[in-house]
T-cell receptor, first 115, second 114 residues
Framework: AQTVTQSQPEMSVQEAETVTLSCTYD???????LFWYKQPPSRQMILVIR??????QNATENRFSVNFQKAAKSFSLKISDSQLGDTAMYFC????????????FGKGTRLHILP | GAVVSQHPSRVICKSGTSVKIECRSL??????MFWYRQFPKQSLMLMAT?????????EQGVEKDKFLINHASLTLSTLTVTSAHPEDSSFYIC??????????FGPGTRLLVL
């Protein structure tokens, strides 16, 4: 069975700094999708970034980028020039490609951006 | 694009009553929708997968007679909590799959059962 592990329950960084959130996963599949979702205090889940496992190039979305290491089964999220609005819970998620596969979430990392 | 709405955003009800939560995909058709429950400071727990025109598939441990799910159209799924009790109080989130693999989430419904 697939698992997703986020080893950092909580992190704090100063505004404008760069922060990296860790995520590792376990799967026997070769093709799959990985996601980072953000859940701010409003509790609305927001898709931050998405990575297809067959793509070697790391996905980027403005200040958000990932370091996808397929062999190591690692999928970290880097937030550059962090802003107060980045304060949120961040969930790493895995989705296999089988028809009945369901997205699997990690336990989350609570990120505080300090002024 | 890919907006999912959820109604109501919060509801307070008396123990023993039933509560219906609606989930709509506003600008796309969703053949598959999902219902989650989230406890404070925890991750999302999948309750059931809802496919348009067919019965929902419930996760192990989720009472299908208590949590009735109907997916009547490609843009609407409903979750009815029947005979609600205080232990059903929680944050319920729906999502819809768009583009084959990406899920977009509704804003959630906070249920408080007195």
């Amino acid at each position: 069975a697939q698992t997703v592990t986020q080893s950092q329950p909580e992190m704090s960084v100063q505004e404008a700094e760069t922060v990296t959130l860790s995520c590792t996963y376990d799967t026997s599949e070769n093709n799959y999708y990985l996601f980072w979702y953000k859940q701010p205090p409003s509790r609305q889940m927001i898709l931050v970034i998405r990575q297809e496992a067959y793509k070697q190039q790391n996905a980027t979305e403005n200040r958000f980028s990932v370091n996808f290491q397929k062999a190591a089964k690692s999928f970290s999220l880097k937030i550059s020039d962090s802003q107060l609005g980045d304060t949120a819970m961040y969930f790493c998620a895995f989705l296999g490609l089988n028809r009945d596969d369901k997205i699997i979430f990690g336990k989350g990392t609570r990120l505080h951006i300090l002024p | 694009g890919a907006v999912v709405s959820q109604h109501p955003s919060r509801v307070i009800c008396k123990s023993g009553t039933s509560v219906k939560i609606e989930c709509r995909s506003l600008d796309f058709q969703a053949t598959t929708m999902f219902w989650y429950r989230q406890f404070p400071k925890q991750s999302l727990m999948l309750m059931a997968t809802s496919n348009e025109g067919s019965k929902a598939t419930y996760e192990q441990g989720v009472e299908k007679d208590k949590f009735l799910i109907n997916h009547a159209s490609l843009t609407l799924s409903t979750l009815t909590v029947t005979s609600a009790h205080p232990e059903d109080s929680s944050f319920y989130i729906c999502s819809a799959r768009y583009g084959g693999e990406t899920q977009y989430f509704g804003p959630g419904t906070r249920l408080l059962v007195l």
